[in-house]
């Protein structure tokens, strides 16, 4: 099953009167891997962001993460998705929607369920679904500096 989103997003009309610019279903969603869909909901390229125009944040062509700005994501893991261990350089704000998620970091396991909230801080980390329901998060991704530890920066990877 595929991932739908309906997104409202508000801006000003010419005359700086609120408006409701896009109410629509996200479509853009995309598969990088089996058993995994996202979709970016905004996405801002600076931080802090210019609210003035009219433009799709949610159409900018975006990586995981945009290096001077924002990403908006929702992403849905099947039960049994593909591994993909990696890190950002952003701090990653995510709240499970529904159903439960193992997040696993270098033998660590944290098992997430809905309701729960992760602030991610540049670590190499892996989603896991070993449930039988899908697993939906919501994921603010905000740039951020490389991780350094002495003379060794932790670059994104993955």
């Known amino acids: 099953m595929s991932l739908?989103?309906?997104?409202?997003v508000t801006g000003h009309d010419e005359?700086?009167?609120p408006i409701v610019l896009f109410d629509e279903a996200c479509r853009n969603v995309r598969?990088?891997?089996?058993?995994?869909?996202?979709?970016v909901v905004w996405s801002t390229g600076s931080f802090p962001t210019d609210n003035a125009g009219s433009e799709?944040?949610?159409?900018?062509?975006?990586?995981?993460?945009?290096?001077?700005?924002?990403?908006?994501?929702?992403?849905?893991?099947?039960?049994?998705?593909?591994?993909?261990?990696?890190?950002t350089d952003s701090i990653d704000y995510a709240v499970v929607i529904s159903g439960e998620i193992d997040m696993e970091m270098d033998?660590?396991?944290?098992?997430?369920?809905?309701?729960?909230?992760?602030?991610?801080?540049?670590?190499?980390?892996?989603?896991?679904?070993?449930?039988?329901?899908?697993?939906?998060?919501?994921?603010?991704?905000?740039?951020a500096e490389p991780v350094k530890r002495g003379d060794t920066v932790l670059q994104a990877v993955g």
């Not at 598969?31 to 979709?39: A, K, L, N, P, T």
């Not at 924002?70 to 993909?84: C, L, N, Q, W």
């Not at 944290?110 to 939906?136: F, S, Y």
């Open 31 to 39: 598969s990088g891997r089996e058993r995994h869909h996202s979709c």
């Open 107 to 143: 033998g660590t396991s944290v098992h997430l369920k809905q309701g729960d909230v992760l602030v991610q801080r540049g670590t190499v980390h892996n989603w896991i679904n070993r449930g039988t329901e899908a697993c939906v998060i919501a994921f603010v991704l905000v740039a």
């Open 15 to 17: 005359n700086g009167k």
């Open 56 to 87: 799709d944040g949610g159409l900018r062509p975006v990586a995981s993460t945009d290096p001077g700005g924002t990403v908006f994501r929702i992403v849905r893991y099947e039960p049994g998705v593909s591994p993909r261990n990696h890190r």
């Open 4 to 8: 739908k989103i309906r997104r409202v």
